[in-house]
């Protein structure tokens, strides 16, 4: 595309947003503290309505083969309920009540969702994991004020369960998780970044598209890996 047929320039971080369905459903919904305040059952189906046009837009309209498959991947997994997505009020009280660590609490961005990787013990079989995917209010206002943003964010976690359907968990350190999935996102970004140089984006998200200008090229030989569903090495 040339620079003379791109779509106009966004404003402050938006462009053509993939959750445009799920802002007509809660159109009324303006803030993450009147969200909070809505009877549970209408925070689940906005919870879940923003984050299923998140998963279909990866795994069915992006055009880049690598973040169809990371989407698809996190597709599979959700609709097969091997990760279990759990909207909350009170990100830090759900994870005190599974038990995380009160250093993690501390360090952790009430804003952003969150995922647990819990390893069973079982007598009969291999031993497993359930993964439950925590997702607070803020992402639903995210996707509608900054998608790009929204869509990034998400990337991280959809990186997280990628891994873990292919069994990464027992192979690889926190830090390789780490890389992958921030590498996961500036491969979004770039493209983003190429259709329109002068969009405005927070500065992590800056921070991370500088860290690995090439996305997930940019990754070192040691953290790729071949997908089980899809072949793609990555």
């Not at 909070?36 to 837009?57: F, G, H, M, S, W």
């Not at 995922?115 to 007598?123: A, D, G, N």
């Not at 359930?130 to 998400?154: N, Q, S, W």
């Amino acid at each position: 595309m040339s620079i003379s047929e791109r779509p106009p320039v966004p404003n402050k971080g938006e462009m053509i947003s993939p959750f445009a369905w799920a802002n007509v459903l809660h159109d009324r919904i303006k803030s993450a503290d009147q969200l909070r305040r809505l009877p549970e059952e209408k925070i689940v189906q906005a919870t879940r309505d923003y984050l299923n046009a998140c998963v279909e837009y990866f795994a069915n309209k992006v055009c880049d083969d690598y973040l169809q498959e990371v989407g698809k991947t996190a597709e599979h997994a959700i609709n097969q309920r091997s990760v279990l997505v759990l909207p909350t009020k009170d990100l830090k009280e759900t994870l005190r009540k599974f038990g995380v660590s009160s250093k993690t609490l501390k360090n952790t961005d009430r804003k952003d969702p969150f995922i647990i990787f819990h390893k069973r013990k079982s007598e009969s079989t291999n031993d497993y994991y359930t993964v439950l995917f925590i997702i607070t209010p803020e992402l639903i206002i995210r996707a509608k004020e900054k998608p790009i943003e929204a869509l990034a964010t998400m990337l991280h976690y959809f990186s997280n369960i990628r891994d873990f359907v292919n069994g990464r968990l027992d192979k690889d350190t926190d830090d390789i998780f780490e890389l992958r999935a921030k590498a996961t996102q500036a491969h979004f970004l770039k493209e983003v970044i190429r259709q329109y140089p002068d969009i405005d984006l927070g500065s992590s998200y800056s921070e991370v598209l500088s860290e690995y200008p090439d996305g997930i090229d940019s990754l070192p030989e040691g953290v790729v890996y071949w997908d089980r569903l899809h072949g793609y090495r990555v």
